[in-house]
């Protein structure tokens, strides 16, 4: 885990020129927003803005050297004046802004510095948000925080409003699948992972994987099967789908695979024909689109896109698919 | 590394610093104990970020050889494991040497364990000590400043300020002060020091009482080094460092009224114990209330009324009032901890008024003093 100051400026030249610019005239704000899509880079980001702010003696003054025992220390997470949140299950609790609240009005460990991040700060509960705001508002003069979000709609606005808001561009999918075939992997499969992900290393991960091979013709099948034979789509679900997608993160893949094929469809039907992402089964593909309308293809993409949500709600999973299906099945000449 | 050791040693130095490492601790670093041999000996350190305590075994003591060191080196063991391990090992000697990667093997009699130790180099770097700026104070009377205060200080982290102790140091005094903003106890001491630096930190406490729980109790000197962002506590063999308060304490020597109206002088035990009466029935109600009221005759009446309870009334002869006549009402047990913490065996209680605040002193002693908020009653 972990990329250098290189690998990322690679990926986020706009944000580390603006770090590298900051620290260098020493107007490093009191607290940052990293928005941006998942696997942008910007928990490596803020590690490497950690590293920066605490080396010992950094390269050209901003470079972190990754070889002082700050730098290494920040690397496996054992400095104690750099704290990271993550959510406790599901969500940011406000005990857990307390204890840092608690921990930060005390006097640094080594050095007057200390660096916080929260990680899904989107998924702080009202209170622990709240609770935030004085704290965030009335820093330290030596102390940094950083908020990391993929969701920066999801948050307080008197949160936003108090922190430099920095995006995090995602790759363009061109050159993601780009990077995907230099790393060898199949150009069928490639435009496909470049949708799935924006980590490259995870969509490498994924394309050697198993476990997604079979998703994806899981859920080729279900879609099959609500379209030929809407009966079935029920059995389909228990013998298929329950049985491969079991964690909640798993489910929210195989929407997004759902998903995929809807928006395919709809490529086709526009005429888009380089767009597609599922390039084994165009065949079949366009002989579906042929027998679909443009709006029937929209209202089956907001059924998956509610799904997704009410994923995140923690809706029951079986109850969920099984409305998704109906959904997706609504208008046609049966049921 | 790689040293031999007498276990009891060993384990009272452990079970020390052992009073520093928590379980629950958001790095994972600090879950152990850091082992360093040097040529002097070995030294044991336990953090849980907040406190660190350092104990170091020297290697020889009275002619008597404790450790023999055949390499020096550092390690972090698993805190939870070692201690168990140390307190349990069969002889009284102890083998801990370090082999290759982190495994760390101990061995006694004909025990061996092997466990993996962590890199020493992870392990968060305390503070050097600097020998000049150092003043020195008796460990009772260390102890006994710390029991006088930290009682006061606020549980509330609204104010994260007030949950600590204000040290000053100035002009060879040593002025202790918390507060929870209902009541104040201050503590004044003599101290030796050769510098001339005055202070003013904010210490934790939670840190002041631990302190108070690992120290002895007998009259040697412990130092005491104030650096820009920890306080160290050093005794015999034992380093006790602390994380300060961050921000100004509040100005308190505006809030301690310098005369008075009304003053009254009692025994403090015969005080206390109608206070502690009065409170059983107060203990019902809100706040804990009490009321005192003079009478004639050099007379005071301390009441409590909870009307679905009971009233109770008690007279206290005191040994002297002076002044105005007064009715106030406080809470019990700000009275109690307070009356608790003073010295001497008559003491001085001088009010201002039914609304402003008192403050308690013992007869003739002007280093400890406590001020407490009356409560408002109609």
Partial sequence: ?????????????????????????????????????????????????????????????????????????????????????????HSIKKSQIQSLQEEFSKTGVESKRKLYVIVHADRMTVNAANSLLKFLEEPHSETT?????????????????????????????????????????????????????????????????????????IV????????????????????????????????????????????????????????????NERNRLEQFALQSSTKRLTEQMTAVLEAKRKLQANMNPQLLMEQLVLKLQEGSSFV | MKFIIQRDRLVQSVQDVMKAVTSRTTIPILTGIKIVASEEGVTLTGSDSDISIESFIPKEEDGDEIVEIKQAGA??????????????????????????????????????????????????HLPQVEEENVFKIPTDLLKAMVR???????????RPILTGVNWKVENGTLTCIATDSHRLALRKAQIETNASESYNVVIPGK??????????????????????????????????????????YPDTSRLIPSDSKTDVVVNTKEFLQAIDRASLLAKEGRNNV???????????????????IGKVVEEVQSKSVEGEELKISFSAKFMMDALKALEGSEITISFTGAMRPFIIKPLNDESILQLILPVRTY
């Fill in chain 1, 220 to 279: 080729l099948k279900l879609y099959e099967v609500v379209k030929k034979n809407p009966l079935e789509a029920m059995v389909a679900l228990q013998e298929d789908w329950f049985l491969h997608f079991k964690e909640k993160e798993q489910i929210d893949r195989g929407l997004d695979l759902l998903l995929l094929i809807f928006k395919d469809l709809l490529y086709i039907q526009l005429g888009k024909q380089d767009q597609v992402v599922h390039l």
């Fill in chain 1, 145 to 217: 925080a950083v908020l990391i979000t993929e969701q920066s709609q999801q948050m307080l606005p008197t949160i936003l409003s108090r922190c430099q808001a920095i995006s995090f561009k995602p790759l363009s999918p061109a050159e993601m699948i780009q990077q995907l075939k230099n790393n060898g992997v199949d150009p069928a499969q490639a435009p496909l992972l470049a949708q799935i992900t924006n980590n490259l290393n995870e969509a490498l991960q994924y394309s050697s994987d198993d476990w997604f091979v079979q998703a994806q013709k």
């Fill in chain 2, 207 to 248: 840190s002041l009482s631990e302190l108070s729980k690992i120290l002895d109790d007998n009259n040697d000197l412990i130092d005491i080094v104030i650096t820009e962002n920890q306080v160290l506590f050093k005794a015999e063999h034992l380093l006790f460092f602390s994380r300060l308060l961050e921000g100004n």
């Fill in chain 1, 1 to 89: 885990m972990g990329k250098t100051w290189e690998q990322l400026e690679a990926i986020q030249p706009v944000v580390l020129k603006m770090f590298k610019n900051s620290i260098e005239k020493d107007r490093l704000a009191h607290a940052y927003l990293f928005e941006g899509m998942k696997g942008t880079g910007k928990r490596e980001a803020s590690m490497l803005l950690a590293k920066s702010r605490f080396c010992l003696k950094p390269l050209d003054g901003y470079v972190p050297c990754e070889t002082c025992s700050n730098c290494k220390r920040i690397n496996s997470g054992n400095h104690p004046d750099v704290h990271i949140l993550e959510p406790d299950g």
């Fill in chain 2, 148 to 158: 006088q205060t930290v009682f006061a200080v606020s549980t509330s982290e609204t």
């Fill in chain 2, 75 to 124: 390690i972090v063991l698993q805190a939870k494991f070692f201690s168990e391990i140390v307190k349990k090992l069969p002889t009284d000697s102890v083998e801990i040497s370090v082999e290759n990667h982190l495994q760390t093997v101990i061995r006694s009699g004909k025990s061996e364990f092997n466990l993996n130790g962590l890199d020493a180099e992870e392990y968060p």
């Fill in chain 2, 290 to 308: 009490v009321k005192l009221s003079t009478i004639d005759g050099g007379v005071i009446e301390i009441s409590s009324n909870t009307p679905e």
